[in-house]
T-cell receptor
Framework: ETGVTQSPTHLIKTRGQQVTLRCSSQSGHNTVSWYQQALGQGPQFIFQYYREEENGRGNFPPRFSGLQFPNYSSELNVNALELDDSALYLC??????????????FGPGTRLTVL | DQQVKQNSPSLSVQEGRISILNCDYTNSMFDYFLWYKKYPAEGPTFLISISSIKDKNEDGRFTVFLNKSAKHLSLHIVPSQPGDSAVYFCAVYNQGGKLIFGQGTELSVKP
């Protein structure tokens, strides 16, 4: 069973650029969530996708967008990068089932630095 | 507004002693709580959880206590081991089924 993987590991961009981060869900999982973890903070929920549709969004502007593909891999896109977007971006997957709370499995993250 | 708070950014304990990590939350409607552990360069990994219908849940050396009236939960690690050194996050599921994390507490267990 393959765990959650993310690419790239590290990324450096400049203000105003656009970035795409990628996530491959754990095998069999149909739900993916993205989180932003700033230095010294806990992960903050960006949005979640279930069966290729957005299923909830945190307090992030529209320039943060996402996609989930039929194979349940996912992308996070950020447009017009700002310095404050520098953070660790975490992807988590889970199998949405009959239970209300399904354990989320996290990838190792992508460290984004915006200069 | 921080709905989940971990007021201690760091904690240092001696190997073999008890580690107690604390977490406070603001919304009495929260009903499922989790602890995650994170090593550098890795994603958070699930450690233990508790439902609001319980006040204690044990898993080996790890025990989580929930005090609903105080809106407080704690994680006890007994005995602490050097391999437990990591950042620990308290998290809750909100009404929309999304995880809300605290700021984390960095635990250092000294040999």
């Amino acid at each position: 069973e393959t765990g959650v993987t993310q690419s790239p590991t590290h990324l450096i961009k400049t203000r105003g650029q656009q970035v795409t981060l990628r996530c491959s869900s754990q095998s069999g999982h149909n739900t993916v969530s993205w989180y932003q973890q700033a230095l010294g903070q806990g992960p903050q929920f960006i949005f979640q996708y279930y069966r290729e549709e957005e299923n909830g969004r945190g307090n992030f502007p529209p320039r943060f967008s996402g996609l989930q593909f039929p194979n349940y891999s996912s992308e996070l896109n950020v447009n017009a990068l700002e310095l404050d977007d520098s953070a660790l971006y975490l992807c988590a997957s889970n199998l949405r089932g009959s239970g209300a709370y399904n354990e989320q499995f996290f990838g190792p993250g992508t460290r984004l630095t915006v200069l | 507004d921080q709905q989940v708070k971990q007021n201690s950014p760091s904690l240092s304990v001696q190997e073999g002693r008890i580690s107690i990590l604390n977490c406070d939350y603001t919304n009495s409607m929260f009903d499922y709580f989790l602890w995650y552990k994170k090593y550098p360069a890795e994603g958070p990994t699930f450690l233990i959880s508790i439902s609001s219908i319980k006040d204690k849940n044990e898993d080996g050396r790890f025990t989580v206590f929930l005090n609903k009236s105080a809106k407080h939960l704690s994680l006890h690690i007994v005995p602490s081991q050097p391999g437990d050194s990591a950042v620990y996050f308290c998290a809750v599921y909100n009404q929309g089924g999304k995880l809300i994390f605290g700021q984390g507490t960095e635990l250092s267990v000294k040999p």
